[in-house]
């Protein structure tokens, strides 16, 4: 098993341009989540997901969006890109309820300038 | 209600001492608290968990002591290894409107050889 994969690892981006950041799991895990990590501040919940097809606003998801077309994958849209975005951004699984562990990926980290 | 505070922000111990990381919360409806371990680079995993049916948890040489009164649970790490040197989160979580789980601050903790 690959675990949580998430691609690219590192992007440079312009202000106001777009990208996705993909991430896939393959433990049939329906929870999945997207975190960013600023220093020091810990981690915040942008999004999350309890299956293919639902998905919730966590407590920082404004510039962001979601979808959770299948039950494997779990791309964060950022659509307008901005200097606050300038993160480390992990995705992470769970099987059943958010009380199991989570399992997270390498994170991607990203530079708006 | 929903904050997990974590403290030291920072530790620096010598080897084979015994760190202790400390977390408090505020929502009495969370009823599962995991610690995350992770290395620069990496994302996070699960170090160790705890119920608040229990008031100590021990794996090897990490063990949760937790006080439900208090709304306090700490980290402790006995005879403590330059191996050991990495970012500690506390986190809780519980079906609290919401499937989220909190995470704290972080602690970096440094163990010299």
């Known amino acids: 098993n690959a675990g949580v994969t998430q691609t690219p690892k590192f992007r440079i981006l312009k202000i106001g341009q777009s990208m996705t950041l993909q991430c896939a799991q393959d433990m049939n895990h329906n929870y999945m989540y997207w975190y960013r990590q600023d220093p020091g501040m810990g981690l915040k919940l942008i999004y999350y997901s309890v299956g293919a097809g639902i998905t919730d606003k966590g407590e920082v998801p404004n510039g962001y969006n979601v979808s959770r077309s299948t039950t494997e994958d779990f791309p964060l849209r950022l659509e307008l890109a901005a200097p606050s975005q300038t993160s480390v951004y992990f995705c992470?699984?769970?099987?059943?309820?958010?009380?199991?562990?989570?399992?997270f990926g390498p994170g991607t980290r990203l530079t708006v300038l | 209600q929903q904050q997990v505070k974590q403290s030291p922000q920072s530790l620096i111990v010598q080897k084979g001492g015994i760190p202790i990381i400390n977390c408090a919360y505020e929502?009495?409806?969370?009823?599962?608290f995991p610690w995350y371990q992770q290395f620069p680079g990496k994302g996070p995993a699960l170090l160790i968990a705890i119920r608040p049916d229990v008031s100590e948890k021990k794996e090897g040489r990490f063990t949760i002591s937790f006080n439900k009164s208090a709304k306090q649970f700490s980290l402790h790490i006995m005879d403590s290894q330059p191996g050991d040197s990495a970012t500690y989160f506390c986190a809780a979580s519980g079906n609290t409107g919401g499937f989220k789980t909190i995470f704290g601050a972080g602690t970096r903790l440094f163990v010299k050889a």
């Open positions: 992470a699984s769970s099987f059943g309820q958010p009380n199991n562990e989570q399992f």
């Open positions: 929502n009495t409806a969370f009823d599962y």
